[in-house]
């Protein structure tokens, strides 16, 4: 069984600068692993760790920020065997549904692949597309929202959380799923899987060198602005009588 684990290299968000202007100034802010991401890779590490000869990888796409070797190091150490990149000098403007072609054609260059868990957004736009669209393109079995998963013969139980119930589906592999934030907690590195992850494989690819194109991305980004602060007003309202006062204010707030 193969299982590949994505996952996307982002800004860390606590660096980032909001300017006078309202926009972003991304100049002083480090690049990690997404959050989302981590525990995504931490779920396939469990599900492979539970199938007998199954062999987890990574696949990731972006641009020169991708063969970061220290950063290769860190996910890397998280227990995957080997993995893939795709570099490419445009993945930083890529929409959802380009990422998610070049992970498609990427997947089907690897061959083979019984099982692909994502994140359910990445740690930077957050958009919860990938994953579906992914296993749309694969045309294979694909669910969302995935809080907990089990392999079985041939197949995969998930379970997640939906409004008003918990739904448990079973599906076929191959399959993809995309996992919360609280399907898992990633496990921390020893200094001794850092070493060793150095020597690890990781395959190269630029775009030309995958079975097909992308898609040509749709999105046009205007402009990226921090939203406005405001001062709080600090107006209290005391009793239940004051209940529709408080709605008001709130009304002619937002």
Same mark, same amino acid.
């Not at 539970?50 to 972006?62: F, I, P």
């Not at 739904?167 to 592999?173: K, Y």
């Given at each position: 069984?193969?299982?590949?684990?994505?996952?996307?290299?982002?800004?860390?968000?606590?660096?980032?600068?909001?300017?006078?202007?309202?926009?972003?100034?991304?100049?002083?802010? *480090?690049?990690? !692993?997404?959050?989302?991401?981590?525990?995504?890779?931490?779920?396939?590490? %469990?599900?492979?760790?539970?199938?007998?000869?199954?062999?987890?990888?990574?696949?990731?796409?972006?641009?020169?920020?991708?063969?970061?070797?220290? &950063?290769?190091?860190?996910?890397?150490?998280?227990?995957? @065997?080997?993995?893939?990149?795709?570099?490419?000098?445009?993945?930083?403007?890529?929409?959802? /549904? @380009?990422?998610?072609?070049? &992970? =498609?054609?990427?997947?089907?260059?690897?061959?083979?692949?019984?099982?692909?868990?994502?994140?359910?957004?990445?740690?930077?736009? /957050?958009?919860? @597309?990938?994953?579906?669209?992914?296993?749309?393109?694969?045309?294979?079995?694909? !669910?969302?929202?995935?809080?907990?998963?089990?392999?079985?013969?041939?197949?995969?139980?998930?379970?997640?959380?939906?409004?008003? %119930?918990?739904?448990?589906? @079973?599906?076929? &592999? *191959?399959?993809?799923?995309?996992?919360?934030?609280?399907?898992?907690?990633?496990?921390?590195?020893?200094?001794?899987?850092?070493? =060793?992850?150095?020597?690890?494989?990781?395959?190269?690819?630029?775009?030309?060198?995958?079975? +097909?194109? *992308?898609?040509?991305?749709?999105?046009?980004? !205007?402009?990226? &602005?921090?939203?406005?602060?405001?001062?709080?007003?600090?107006?209290?309202? +005391?009793?239940?009588?004051?209940?529709?006062?408080?709605?008001?204010?709130?009304?002619?707030?937002?």
């Amino acid at each position: 069984m193969k299982i590949v684990a994505c996952y996307k290299l982002v800004p860390e968000e606590q660096d980032l600068v909001v300017n006078a202007d309202s926009t972003l100034d991304f100049s002083s802010a *480090p690049w990690k !692993v997404g959050d989302y991401d981590l525990t995504a890779i931490e779920m396939a590490m %469990r599900f492979g760790e539970s199938a007998e000869g199954a062999e987890v990888v990574l696949l990731t796409y972006g641009d020169d920020i991708v063969t970061d070797q220290k &950063l290769k190091k860190g996910v890397y150490a998280r227990g995957p @065997q080997m993995g893939y990149a795709v570099k490419d000098a445009a993945a930083q403007g890529s929409d959802p /549904y @380009q990422t998610a072609s070049v &992970l =498609a054609a990427a997947i089907r260059k690897i061959g083979d692949v019984d099982l692909v868990v994502c994140g359910e957004g990445s740690g930077d736009v /957050y958009s919860q @597309q990938v994953g579906p669209i992914l296993g749309a393109m694969l045309n294979v079995s694909v !669910v969302n929202a995935v809080k907990k998963g089990s392999l079985g013969d041939g197949a995969i139980t998930v379970k997640r959380d939906l409004e008003d %119930r918990v739904e448990v589906t @079973q599906m076929p &592999l *191959p399959a993809v799923v995309s996992t919360t934030s609280e399907a898992c907690r990633p496990r921390i590195a020893g200094m001794k899987d850092i070493l =060793a992850a150095g020597k690890k494989e990781q395959v190269v690819w630029a775009i030309d060198d995958l079975p +097909e194109a *992308p898609a040509a991305s749709s999105k046009v980004v !205007v402009s990226t &602005l921090a939203p406005l602060k405001k001062e709080r007003a600090c107006t209290v309202f +005391e009793g239940v009588d004051s209940i529709g006062e408080f709605v008001e204010a709130l009304r002619k707030a937002m």
